[in-house]
């Protein structure tokens, strides 16, 4: 085990980086089920709770770092007020954000976008952390072990999971990037209270739904 020791500070700090990265980074499944195809003598329950620790430390950062650049330096004083709402909405929920979290840890789904939108609350981290490094053991176990598998049956067909693998990624951080495009444009409480969907203007004040009724009814009759 003390022989595997600088290998795997090095395994740490590489994920810890790459789960600092915002967007279209490898997702440190890929990378550990890789680990498990070219060293199917990998112990997966030594590498996985290492891969939780170093993933899970990289989220929460990224998400620190989304509260302190991205709400407080780029949103408008408008946006920060409309993702306030989701916080006061969370704030009541903690189970919801429990399994939310321990659901995206145990799939393969990319979790950067959710830390930042995470982060942007400013709830505390800490209530994230342990679902995440739960689900992420687990499933990180799974991906080792499978990629080890693999490894010791399959040779030229490495090269096509690789393909599809990438294909996977890029799509779903195209559609992860709208998702957190949208998420800060929604007009929350519209939608929480009123189940009504209303885009948030770029500057202003944030949108009264009625309002925006009106108007339209006001441009009808005009026509």
């Known amino acids: 085990m003390f022989g595997q020791l600088p290998a795997l500070a090095i395994l740490f700090v590489l994920i810890f980086g790459l789960n600092l990265i915002p967007a279209f980074a490898p997702p440190t499944w890929i990378a550990l089920a890789f680990v498990g195809f070219e060293f199917p003598e990998t112990n997966p329950l030594l590498l996985a709770p290492v891969g939780?620790?170093?993933?899970?430390?990289?989220?929460?950062?990224?998400?620190?770092?989304?509260?302190?650049?991205?709400?407080?330096?780029?949103?408008?004083?408008?946006?920060?007020?409309?993702?306030?709402?989701?916080?006061?909405?969370l704030e009541k929920r903690t189970a919801l954000t429990f399994s939310v979290f321990l659901f995206y840890a145990f799939s393969p789904l990319p979790s950067n976008f959710l830390f930042i939108a995470y982060g942007l609350t400013g709830l505390?981290?800490?209530?994230?952390?342990l679902p995440f490094f739960m689900g992420r053991t687990v499933s990180y176990a799974f991906f080792i072990m499978s990629?080890?598998?693999?490894?010791?049956?399959?040779?030229?067909?490495?090269?096509?999971?690789?393909?599809?693998?990438?294909a996977y990624f890029i799509t779903s951080q195209v559609l992860?990037?709208?998702?957190?495009?949208?998420?800060?444009?929604?007009?929350?409480?519209?939608?929480?209270?009123?189940?009504?969907?209303?885009?948030?203007?770029?500057?202003?004040?944030?949108?009264?739904p009625n309002h925006v009724v009106t108007k339209k009814q006001d441009r009808r009759s005009q026509g």
């Open 52 to 89: 939780a620790v170093a993933a899970t430390l990289g989220r929460l950062v990224l998400a620190k770092l989304s509260h302190w650049l991205v709400r407080g330096k780029l949103l408008s004083e408008t946006h920060r007020q409309n993702i306030d709402v989701i916080k006061e909405h």
């Open 124 to 129: 505390p981290l800490l209530q994230v952390a």
């Open 147 to 166: 990629g080890a598998a693999a490894g010791r049956r399959l040779h030229f067909e490495s090269l096509e999971s690789a393909c599809y693998a990438s």
């Open 176 to 208: 992860l990037i709208g998702a957190l495009y949208v998420f800060t444009r929604v007009h929350w409480k519209t939608l929480l209270e009123q189940h009504k969907l209303v885009w948030l203007p770029r500057s202003g004040t944030p949108a009264d």
